[in-house]
């Protein structure tokens, strides 16, 4: 799964360590999520939807 | 290498998740330590009668139980990546020991190795498990 994790952060001059804080999960997820090592969970997924304020389809792509 | 220090010290997770890993450290200390004690208690002859045996089975079972539900709390309130992590390194522990436990009981039958002992299945599922977290953690990185 695609995903603009990283450039969402970017324009908001975010460190990871302050959007895991935000999400509450570790530094190592977001490094992870963004790199698309790993997909979040749906519950995850709406947190970060609700943090950038914008639907889930226009942060998380699907491959196919 | 610092990537496979990275991984043993689980730098980056939540306070909450560190301290309850220390909670599930702590009571697996005292379940071990109440294992070793009881086994160097069983060579004195006193030892061997009810009361004292049931008491050890007692604080052993019990601390036992302390650290099971510790752990539960422990993946339920984990970090959803690290919970991968933990779950996938339990499967494969959990795998191993069927495994080798079924191999090694043909060549102890067959007297090429001596009887399997409890210890060594824990050894062997606390060995695989923790290079399971290991490899995972490096996967994620």
């Known amino acids: 799964m695609k995903n603009r994790l990283k450039i969402l952060r970017a324009e908001r001059d975010w460190t990871q360590a ?20 790993f997909d979040p969970s749906l519950p995850l997924a709406f947190k970060v939807s609700r943090l950038f304020k914008m639907p889930i389809e226009e942060i998380f792509q699907d491959d196919a | 290498m610092s990537k496979f220090f990275d991984a043993i010290a689980c730098k980056g997770l939540p306070a909450r998740d560190i301290r309850n890993s220390n909670i599930v450290n702590m009571w697996a200390l005292a379940w071990v330590t109440t294992l070793a004690l009881t086994a160097f208690l069983s060579r004195y002859e006193w030892y061997s009668s ?13 601390i036992g139980l302390a ?18 992590i933990q779950l996938d390194a339990l499967a494969s522990s959990v795998g191993m020991a069927v495994i080798g436990f079924s191999a090694y009981s043909i060549l102890a039958k067959a007297g090429y190795v001596p009887e399997l002992e409890p210890s060594y299945l824990i050894v062997l599922i606390a060995l695989t498990y923790i290079a399971g977290v290991i490899i995972g953690r490096i996967r994620y990185q």
């Open chain 2, 50 to 62: 009810t009361f004292p045996t049931m008491i050890g089975f007692v604080v052993h079972s019990g």
């Open chain 2, 67 to 84: 650290m099971f539900f510790a752990y539960k709390r422990f993946l339920r309130e984990l970090d959803e990546m690290e919970r991968k």
């Open chain 1, 18 to 37: 302050q959007l895991a804080h935000e999400l509450e999960v570790s530094r190592q997820t977001i490094n992870a999520i963004e790199k698309g090592k």
